[in-house]
């Protein structure tokens, strides 16, 4: 096995985490003296009895959240399958990826300031409010189902990560399989139901109001040190527009007017300048390909220093991922993030204008609100994909069990209710088992194969 799929991990990271979690553990006993503290792992539940009456209130309206149970057990059902059978694609193809792409464990965290991919101001408020919502919507169809609350209150793990509603567990245990399917349903169904507005409002604040700021060339990504670019005064968020007379409207005509010129060649280049909001024109000498490479045999090739990027093409993407290929689209929407996105600060925003409805706003608060709806939709999907899967202590093994229950009732009815719930039971566990096994063979089929 290469060992080198820890190389890249942040120890002192991983090593804050497993020092609190064992600190906290071995400090259960102490902790769960007071009443209002409890352990779930190392999460520490901190316990009250503040918006009990609200949740009974709201949950006394049978007829709604029954509707809203079942909607979220047939959202599960589906969710269920769909993102198992992703998880073993994935297992499949894992062979493919080289040991030094393999995802490392701290990205499979999907807390804010841990994974080094979201972001920590959007993260944290986009956990809380899919957090809180999953935990109040758990509450609701509980009590309409005639469940007691316990208590609620604030989850920590080292800070703040959301809120928590907590059913009495035996009791769940013993009502009857519809109710309690509902009740486990409730949370990932509300935060799909969710994902999916938040989405729209996402759409529709980008495509009612966002225009390019130059309509024609690329935008420039990045630009590298004592390249001619950085001498033309080229900068992130400019939209570069030709070199030497060529004009730049994609990767293949910015290669060929590269490639048109020697190194040590003036020629002129012309570029929109978000700063200046105008066209800039520029001479400069171009460079040669050993600045990047490090390699003196490609100092006679030239080099001028960009990466660039489509700027129509790109909007028309988050406007519209679903484009030509459905599922192809909406995992690249998804991974937008593993990209270096957020999915759109800096330089993308700087190609860009306001026209329409929202134009009126700052861009800075914009841009806050288009990230934010992002945010809140990928939090609540990936909390509603996660808690949908097969696996203990995960909402979907509630309903996985008593799904697994009522067809071995109706397959098999000679067997009792007992040994329907032990068999139901071993199955639930060997599911989990394969479960993890799939997440963490992504971590460490890389490094076997």
Same mark, same amino acid.
């Given at each position: ?156 793990? =080292? ?255 000679? =067997? ?34």
């Amino acid at each position: 096995m290469d060992l080198s799929i820890f190389s890249n991990i942040t120890f002192d990271v991983l090593i804050f985490i497993l020092a609190y979690s064992f600190i906290v553990i071995a400090l259960k006993s102490r902790i769960e003296k007071n009443k209002n503290f409890s352990l779930m792992g190392p999460f520490l539940m901190i316990k009250s009895v503040l918006g009990i009456n609200l949740i009974q209130r709201i949950g006394s309206h049978k007829r709604l959240w029954h509707g809203f149970g079942i909607l979220s057990i047939l959202l599960v059902a589906i969710l269920m399958p769909s993102i198992f059978v992703l998880l073993v694609v994935e297992a499949l193809i894992v062979y493919k990826i080289p040991a030094s792409k393999a995802p490392q464990p701290t990205e499979l965290i999907g807390i804010p300031g841990i994974n080094p991919f979201i972001p920590v101001i959007y993260g944290i408020i986009a956990l809380i409010v899919a957090v809180v919502i999953h935990e109040l919507f758990h509450g609701f169809v509980a009590k309409s189902n005639g469940m007691s609350i316990k208590s609620t209150g604030i989850l920590y793990f =080292i800070v703040p990560i959301g809120a928590f509603v907590e059913l009495d567990e035996e009791h769940m245990k013993k009502i009857s399989k519809k109710p309690r399917s509902m009740i486990a349903a409730a949370g990932p169904g509300i935060n799909f139901v969710l994902a999916f507005v938040f989405l729209m409002l996402f759409f529709g604040m980008v495509s009612t109001t966002v225009v390019p700021a130059y309509h024609n060339g690329m935008g420039v990504y990045s630009v590298y040190s004592n390249s001619a670019a950085q001498h033309a005064g080229i900068v992130p968020g400019d939209i570069l527009i030709s070199i030497n007379n060529v004009t730049i409207n994609n990767d293949s005509s910015l290669e060929y007017a590269i490639n048109s010129t020697k190194p040590g060649m003036v020629v002129g280049t012309s570029y929109w300048d978000y700063n200046k909001n105008a066209v800039v024109t520029q001479y400069v000498t171009m460079t040669n390909k050993s600045l990047l490479t490090g390699n003196l045999n490609n100092k006679n090739l030239p080099f001028f220093g960009v990466s660039v990027v489509s700027t129509t093409g790109f909007l028309s993407f988050i406007k519209n991922p679903f484009n030509g290929n459905f599922i192809g689209g909406f995992v690249l929407f998804i991974a937008l993030p593993f990209l270096g996105m957020e999915p759109i600060a800096q330089p993308l925003i700087h190609y860009y204008t306001l026209q329409g409805p929202l134009a009126f706003l700052p861009l800075s608060y914009f841009w806050f609100g288009v990230n934010l709806f992002y945010w809140l939709f990928w939090m609540n999907l990936m909390l509603s994909l996660t808690n949908a899967l097969p696996a203990v202590p995960l909402d979907g093994s509630y309903v996985y069990k008593d799904g697994v229950s009522y067809l071995l009732e109706k397959l098999f009815k000679k =067997i009792d209710a007992i040994e329907v719930d032990k068999i139901s039971n071993n199955i639930l566990v060997i599911t989990s088992f394969l479960v993890f096994f799939l997440i963490i063979w992504q971590l460490i089929g890389p490094h076997i194969i």
